[in-house]
């Protein structure tokens, strides 16, 4: 068609973000700028101290959190689907990289980030943005609550002040920091991840403006000088280091695409969850998932080459976003300028900053990280929706993200198919009121060598065989009418189970008619080439049970004289 672009040409275009900055800045104003201002300040002063955090929580160190926060901030924010969307490191991200930093190094972080970078801008090319709403409530639910269980588990030997035990999985690192701090307990860090666990509660209930993290880690900070044995952040450079593309090779990329796929396959759920979650706060415009994807693929691209970790949207830092009034993406922009100001001018102060306060920071955001509310609706729900949360959240805990995604997902899918199974029910009809009014009608004749039976709900796979196996055992009667007008939806197990019930019947002598037959299953029929087969090329076919009950009788009439000791 002319002036049609091909879709190539459209998902190429998804690389350009002048026409979304056009859109949000048709009517700027100074008084935007202004609230833009507030809010990439407010964002930027709870983004200090959870960069810092999570960059040590990921094994890359608390600089390496910082570059993050700075680079994929705003990348992401330019390049990104969602005018509100924070891009950074996040909870969610540590949980799937520590067990890559130990098993492969914290160098190659940097090139599993520019993979999976490459996964998501490819992805979002593809548009698969919008393949994120198929995943399951439950699911979400339950790598969430498990992502804040690990996140809490995660911080057991910075709150203890022993060194991080190597392994893969947090229930076997918690266990080793604690043997490790019975052998030789300390008390210090104990008590300054307590003190700011309390100032951060304490704050919250009385001060709202200014976040309460960023006041008990400087607080804790100050205390912590009473105690110069505790583990600190150590140095943090004073301006972002020169870019440069990590080390790689052919051996590299193929075993690290596995992780590279974990790593892309958690930026793109939780940057489009996050962005999600921005609409739901706002009645403006709603977000682009494919741009938002491709947005999260060149922050990935961007932050490890200026020593970043793999970055995706921060939920809760886009909620502040949207809670502060940011009008436009220039409020995640002024976010990540004013984490570069911190680094080039207060980078040499951050060296005193106890671990152990960072600790506290992440242990309270874990606990506020989980959804309580959504735990409680689905308690309320069914035992399948709250079996598939817990699975998802167990396998999140005691293995990896992405196999608890897998797990969740396979659950969900079974004990959906089973419901969807249940929801199909055949049930006799009594043929007596439908019969036309002006056929002569022996009823009892009818009654005896006529049956009928509703189907309602889907006809598919699994389904199938009980429903051929319930329907073939009829016998001594002429017709069996199939009344199909409740279900909408067939697939190919449940046309071919149409067509065995037919062949089965009238090896049996009993002609099958079929009435009320929806599209769906109509047209699903014809593409395969059984419609004919199993109406008797449409002979056996009507609109209603009236129609088919009329025709029924007809073969009854024809077939009377054939049966010994009934007058005709």
């Not at 901030?73 to 996040?90: E, M, Q």
Request: overall charge positive; hydrophobic content about 50%; charged content about 15%.
């Amino acid at each position: 068609m002319a002036g049609k672009k091909p879709s190539w040409a459209g998902s190429l275009a998804l690389l350009n973000p002048l026409e979304a900055w056009r859109r949000e800045l048709h009517d700027y104003s100074l008084g935007k700028f202004q609230q833009d201002l507030l809010a990439g300040l407010t964002v930027g002063v709870v983004a200090l101290p959870l960069a810092l955090a999570f960059g040590v929580t990921s094994g890359a160190g608390a600089a390496a959190g910082l570059f993050t926060a700075i680079a994929a901030g705003v990348v992401g924010s330019a390049f990104g689907g969602s005018r509100y969307n924070i891009t950074g490191p996040t909870g969610a991200m540590t949980v799937v990289l520590l067990p890559i930093v130990a098993q492969y190094g914290v160098d190659k972080v940097f090139l599993v980030g520019i993979m999976a970078g490459l996964l998501l801008l490819a992805s979002g090319l593809l548009r698969l943005g919008r393949l994120v709403s198929l995943i399951p409530y439950p699911v979400v639910t339950g790598f969430t609550n498990g992502i804040a269980v690990v996140i809490f588990l995660q911080q057991v030997p910075g709150l203890l002040g022993v060194p991080t035990p190597k392994g893969e999985h947090v229930l076997g690192v918690t266990w080793e920091a604690l043997r490790g701090y019975f052998q030789q307990p300390q008390f210090a860090t104990v008590l300054l991840t307590l003190l700011t666990v309390a100032v951060i509660l304490a704050w919250g209930r009385y001060v709202r403006r200014v976040p309460g993290s960023i006041v008990a880690l400087a607080a804790v900070t100050l205390v912590s000088l009473l105690f110069p044995e505790v583990p600190r952040v150590g140095d943090i450079p004073g301006t972002l280091p020169a870019p440069r593309l990590p080390e790689w090779s052919l051996s590299d990329v193929s075993q690290l695409f596995s992780p590279a796929l974990a790593v892309a396959l958690l930026a793109g759920i939780e940057s489009l969850l996050s962005a999600v979650v921005a609409d739901s706060m706002t009645i403006r415009e709603k977000h682009d998932p494919d741009r938002e994807l491709i947005g999260s693929g060149l922050a990935n691209l961007v932050a490890p080459v200026f020593g970043g970790i793999p970055a995706t949207g921060a939920i809760a830092r886009t909620a502040v976003n949207v809670r502060s009034g940011g009008q436009t993406r220039l409020a995640g922009i002024l976010h990540a300028l004013f984490l570069l100001l911190v680094v080039l001018s207060l980078g040499p102060l951050a060296r005193v900053i106890p671990l152990a306060a960072l600790a506290g920071i992440l242990m309270v955001t874990a606990a506020r990280m989980v959804e309580w509310e959504a735990v409680r609706a689905i308690l309320r729900s069914t035992k399948s929706d709250l079996s598939t949360m817990l699975v998802t959240m167990g396998v999140t805990v005691a293995f990896d993200l992405v196999l608890a995604i897998e797990a969740g997902l396979v659950l969900a899918g079974v004990l959906f198919i089973q419901r969807m199974k249940n929801a199909l029910s055949v049930e006799p009809m009594d043929l007596t009121p439908s019969v036309p009014a002006h056929l002569a009608v022996d009823h009892d004749l009818l009654r005896e060598r006529v049956v009928a039976f509703r189907v309602e709900g889907p006809l598919f796979f699994a389904a199938a065989g009980e429903f051929i196996q319930s329907l073939t055992q009829v016998k001594d009667v002429d017709v069996l009418i199939l009344r199909l007008r409740r279900v909408k939806v067939i697939d190919a197990s449940g046309a071919n189970a149409l067509l065995t019930m037919k062949e089965a019947l009238e090896r049996k002598g009993v002609k099958f008619l079929v009435s009320g037959l929806q599209p769906q299953p109509r047209a699903v029929l014809e593409r395969m080439g059984l419609l004919d087969e199993v109406t008797a090329h449409g002979r056996h076919l009507f609109e209603t049970t009236d129609a088919a009950i009329a025709h029924a009788w007809s073969h009854v009439e024809r077939s009377r004289p054939a049966r010994p000791g009934r007058s005709a």
